[in-house]
């Protein structure tokens, strides 16, 4: 009789430690959300192929053409179609050449037939590395960048046009057409942003074509 009222309170005892040792140890089930995948994809912009009588090449899809004069140059004007300090130019000189056009940078040019090779990259405002003449010169002062000559732009030193311009030919390249024919063309980018983008000059001019 007593063994059993000791084994009927030991169990008691167990089982109290038991409900004591549930109440601090509470269930807790641990749920991790599922994992969150994002794909990036490239920065790419959409761009259209503007094409002119004689050439064509791409543009950004919102840039326009603003217009083709004939008085005194052949000249088609693009623009990015933005306003105020945020707009950007660019000009392409077909066969009559402005041959005192004077820039803030240049980027080197060759003739790969019909097609345009860039040669090395766009120098730095020449304001940095050109002396100035000791007769100053309305039509700029003559540089060089890289091998390549051009006219640089110290009137204007704070402006930011960039030209194109080719081993031996001050603002001019030579192209041959579908047809034979050899076509000078010379290029102008104008941009007004504070830190200027150059990869729509680049576009156009390794995809332009002569047709």
């Given amino acids: ?13 167990v089982a109290v430690f038991w ?7 509470p269930d807790t089930t641990i749920k991790q959300a599922s994992a ?15 094409s002119e009588d004689d050439f064509s090449f791409n543009l950004p899809s919102g840039w ?15 623009s990015s179609g933005d306003s105020g300090s945020n707009q950007q130019f660019l000009d392409i000189y077909q066969d009559t050449i402005p041959q005192n056009f004077s820039v803030n940078r240049v980027i ?14 766009i120098s730095d405002n020449c304001a940095d590395f050109t002396k100035a003449a000791t007769t100053p010169s309305s039509f700029g002062t003559l540089a ?9 732009d110290l009137a204007n030193y704070e402006r930011n046009v960039v030209g194109t311009s080719s081993q031996g030919n001050i603002n001019s390249v030579t192209l041959t057409d579908s047809k ?8 102008t980018y104008t941009d007004h942003n504070i830190n200027p983008d150059y990869k729509t000059f680049f576009d156009a001019l390794t995809s332009f074509t002569l047709k």
Avoid at 108 to 121: D, F, K, L, P, Y
Avoid at 144 to 152: A, E, N, P, Q, T
């Fill in 108 to 121: 080197g040019i060759e003739a790969s037939v019909s097609r345009i090779n860039i040669v090395g990259t």
């Fill in 144 to 152: 060089k960048w890289r091998g390549i000559d051009f006219l640089c």
């Fill in 64 to 78: 326009k053409t603003v217009s083709h004069e004939k008085a005194t140059y052949d000249l088609y004007h693009y």
């Fill in 19 to 25: 409900v004591i040792l549930q109440l601090q140890s």
């Fill in 180 to 187: 034979g024919a050899a076509r000078k063309y010379f290029f």
């Fill in 36 to 50: 969150v995948t994002n794909t990036a994809s490239a920065d790419s912009q959409a761009t259209k192929v503007v």
């Fill in 1 to 13: 009789m007593w063994l059993g009222s000791v084994g009927i309170a030991v169990i008691a005892v």
